[in-house]
């Protein structure tokens, strides 16, 4: 008989190591979130946070250990990368948006040439993502013509039209002006209460205390402590989470 938790699993990273030349910068990480959970890694800027989201979906190959996403493991076979990105969205703390292309173009790139949506579903579904974050009557403007909080919400969206099961955010809102946190935190927010399955590299600690199940730190590449947020915040175990918390808090 199958497992019920093993069926909620939608990520499985199992004992996970990987190298920079020498630099041993994940060190024998695992980690397993279920469907629908919220996670937030926090940690000291260089302790791996990137580095271990990046290899969820492949924009950086791991040496040892197993990745399986969605019962998919990520090995060197394309098909399996191919199949894996378009299953988790990924949104990054400088938005990456073409700024040649229009808002609209933004969203409609993705499904159009990867998923072979045709155009103007793929303009709908855009549009209606667009809505969502609150931004549609900038559709037609470039994202120079945007402020940051607003880029960052059109990355979102982005992300939503390819309709990933899991959802990487890394330091979304750390490139941001303070009065534009709240916008794509509230954002974030939304898309929780809707169910998506997310992992969220941030030190926005109001947000991992209304958001997260799980809130761990990393430090060294290793995940030093894991709790849910009530202890992680209020009786951190170690000293490194003792000290890191008193810097940001
Ligand atoms: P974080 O996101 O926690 O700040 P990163 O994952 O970006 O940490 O980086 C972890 C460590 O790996 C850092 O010491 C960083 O300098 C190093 N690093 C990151 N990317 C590369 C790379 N492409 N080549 C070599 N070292 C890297
Ligand atoms: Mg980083």
Same mark, same amino acid.
């Given at each position: 008989m199958n497992d019920t938790r093993q069926d909620d699993v939608i990520i499985q990273i199992q004992s996970l190591n990987k190298w920079y030349g020498d630099f #041993?910068?994940?060190?024998n990480i695992n980690l397993e979130v279920r469907k629908q959970e919220k996670i937030v890694i926090c940690g000291p800027s260089g302790s791996g946070k990137s580095t271990l989201i990046r290899c969820i979906n492949r924009l950086e190959e791991h040496q040892k250990g197993k990745i399986i996403v969605d019962d998919i493991e990520l090995t060197n076979n394309l098909k399996n990368i191919e199949k894996i990105r378009t299953e988790v969205g990924m949104v990054f703390q400088?938005?990456?948006?073409?700024? #040649?292309?229009?808002i609209l173009d933004n969203l409609t790139i993705g499904p159009i040439?990867?998923?072979?949506?045709p155009k103007k579903e793929a303009e709908e579904t855009a549009m209606f993502y667009l809505e969502k974050v609150k931004i549609a009557e900038q559709a037609n403007k470039f994202p120079g013509q945007l402020s940051g909080g607003q880029q960052q919400r059109v990355a979102i969206a982005r992300s939503l039209c390819m309709k990933p099961k899991v959802m990487l955010f890394d330091e979304?809102?750390?490139?941001?002006?303070p009065e534009m946190v709240k916008e794509v935190l509230d954002v974030m927010v939304q898309l929780s209460e809707e169910g998506m399955t997310m992992i969220v590299v941030t030190h926005e600690m109001g947000f991992a205390k209304t958001v997260a199940q799980r809130v761990m730190l990393m430090d060294e590449g290793m995940i030093l402590e894991e709790n849910n947020p009530t202890d992680f915040f209020?009786?951190?175990?170690?000293e490194r989470t003792k000290f890191f918390l008193s810097q940001i808090l």
């Open positions: #041993h910068v994940l060190k400088h938005f990456n948006l073409f700024p #040649h292309l229009s040439w990867v998923r072979k949506t979304p809102t750390s490139a941001l002006d209020e009786h951190p175990e170690h």
